[in-house]
DNA sequence: TGGGTTGAATCACGCCTTGAAATAAGTCCG
DNA sequence: CGGACTTATTTCAAGGCGTGATTCAACCCA
């Protein structure tokens, strides 16, 4: 079962929707003539399944194209202000819900702090919840609906069916988050890993665009990957693939927060890029910093000096081996690297990592994959998160989904 | 376009006779009954579509199920005489030809050695065109069809859209081996590497069966995987995805035959294994073998000495620290660890790999995961490649590629 | 032998995509 | 300014498909 989405000939027609839909909206305007050339519908089909998505709302003209001796072309584009969606970013210090439209502009935003050091899952629904309620304050009854509300979180996601959440960080285990928060509102819910979210982000408007094969690493205080394979997110088989910060590189190695040893994330994630050089220099201006972000800063405002000039170019050789390592298991067309660590650490080092992935790498998928750097910024998570609903809107051809079936993905596994 | 197979309403009965024909061709006899409650599939639809399979000859009656007071239900199989396939193993030292009938049952072989030390892509093609006319030899003209040729290569294929094969160890740069044998058979052919083939051979008859999330880890004198995501190889954009061997794990480590350092296949390969046992102890037995395979195996007999221990520990704490890292990335149901050497190893060293690999990945995954030695043996190869047009064919609903399409699979990218 | 039960085939219906033909909306040129 | 031409879009009839309801088939049991 599962698998299949066309049995009928009804879904037929969902499918060729949702076909048209996604160009329309990924491609910007097209005419119906780009979309018989590149979808190898016919033109019958074209009209008549376009004719239905301008009945419905979801499609509007978008002016004209100079005419080329016949009758001009007409533009087309999602009607961006058809349907609203909601992202929210649950992270270790605050809650953040923001309201977008079909497009993912942002229309309202709210942030709601945590208490420092741990949170408990009532708190963050609550918080959600309060979210909600401020960013939906001015929708109009009449106006548009919403499709759904996506959801970021630390950790890993399973969907068996409602939505549980194991954070290794945070100590949840097993929170029925989907439950808690299906309390207070019957919108379509889709919750997933933050890193995930991001990392859709970047698929959709940032660095990985365009591409079908793409991973994004992101280094922060920790280290992860978001594999996006054949254009959607790898999640393996209980939804917890691309562990990347907890992939060994070097067996025996350094301890890691994680209870192994030789984890990436022991080298190259901010926490221990910090220790490691606190473990050679006492800087008090990097000892002393308020937060991780500026401490990392202010390590690399030293970059001149021996001791930082070591563990970067160590962290870079790391990242490098790292990025290496991903080439030659996934040979992606790109590796974006992002999280607000990897984004400072490789506005310097990107040159010396590509290098040392190249060292590390076998030459013929490396010769094939990009690296660059995150064009999106640490705050993509909402965004991202919003994108959920919206890839299950677009797979539905633009009928809206129903409540008890939301959810991020055709989960993989039997 | 690519991705999409469905568009217009005959495409629709292909993929319900595809969905039926795999249900029966993996799922042994079945009863229409069956089919209708795991396809979700109307009973008219089941009726009709088998009716039609039936015709084509495809599908037949097996007997009948004890009635429970009504009338009893009648067993479907596949007719795995109704066509055959042939499997082709490109190895270092022969090439192997086998014919098989649709369920891959063996009907006919032949082995035709190579020179040793190296060898060009005509010499390959001339053996494959003996060994083609040697097991068609006993085809009758108005016997079972032939569905096409499967092919394992050792190195990269491309298909662009012709099969090219790029060999880092023999020597291959882009030899255009599917043009090659074009002039001698107008069969459609299905070029592949082959740790690809090999993975699916597990896959669909060994000890990856039932699962759709499993890396296959191939071992031998170097070292490969086959990525199995949602139930078919996982290729990259470049078909060069699955290079654990040369995944790094040991960063500044030992220097890997790749030009690389600290490569996986550095430390568990059989080559470097004899290579690291012999630079400790002189040890005739192994020195002096013949070939790899038995200097492995006298390796393996010496277990007991100190000497061999310590590399043979070592070595699985290697291939378990890799298998963490597969874990870790791909969060799979299944590791299949397979290859000659892999197979040699694993016999003693599986609880040695299992323990560190659950050392080295995170809790999560790793309890997700079985840890297996494969089932079919390195010979498992031909049929591996046998697969790749039954899979076509099973994907097209039992119609047969037509020459000029053949290729392995919906090939990602763009 | 005949009622009861379950499996399989048939049929009318509604929906789908398609190619061809018709229509719409421009340009070009005299 | 108007007719010929070009290109885009819509309309239409034809051919297919899966489905639910109905009918037919095959077996059990008494």
Known sequence: MAERNLQTVRDLRRSNRSLLLRRLYFGGPLSRQDLIHTTSLSAASVSNVIADLIEDGLVVEAGALESEGGRPRILLRVNSSALHVVGVDVGETRVRVELFDLDLEQLAATDLPLDAGG????????????????????ERPGGPALLGIGIGVPGVVQHSPDAVVHGQTNGWDAVPLERMLREFTDLPLFIDNGAVTMGQAEMWFGAGRGSRNTVVAL????????????????????????????????????RCRCGSRGCLEAYI??????????ETVDDPAVRDAPDEESALAALLARADSPAARTVLDDTAVHIGAGVANLINLFNPERIVIGGWAGLLLGAG????????????????????????????????????????????FLAAGGSRPRVETAQPAPAAGR
Do not use: C, K, M, N
């Open 349 to 392: 080092l990107l040159p010396r990592i590509r290098e040392t992935a190249r060292e590390y790498a076998l030459h013929h998928p490396f010769s094939q994959t990009r690296i660059t750097l995150g064009d999106l910024g640490p705050d993509a998570v909402t965004r991202g998160a919003a994108t959920l609903p919206v890839d299950r």
């Open 219 to 254: 280094i922060g205080s920790g280290v992860g990957a978001s594999v996006v394979t054949a254009g959607s997110p790898y999640r393996g088989s209980t939804s917890s693939a691309g562990e990347w910060g907890h992939t060994t590189v070097q067996v025996g190695g350094r």
């Open 269 to 278: 994630g901010a926490e221990s890029v910090i220790a490691r050089y606190l």
């Open 119 to 138: 949170f408990t899952a009532p708190e963050v629904a609550a918080r959600i919840r309060t979210g909600l309620e401020t960013v939906l304050a001015d």
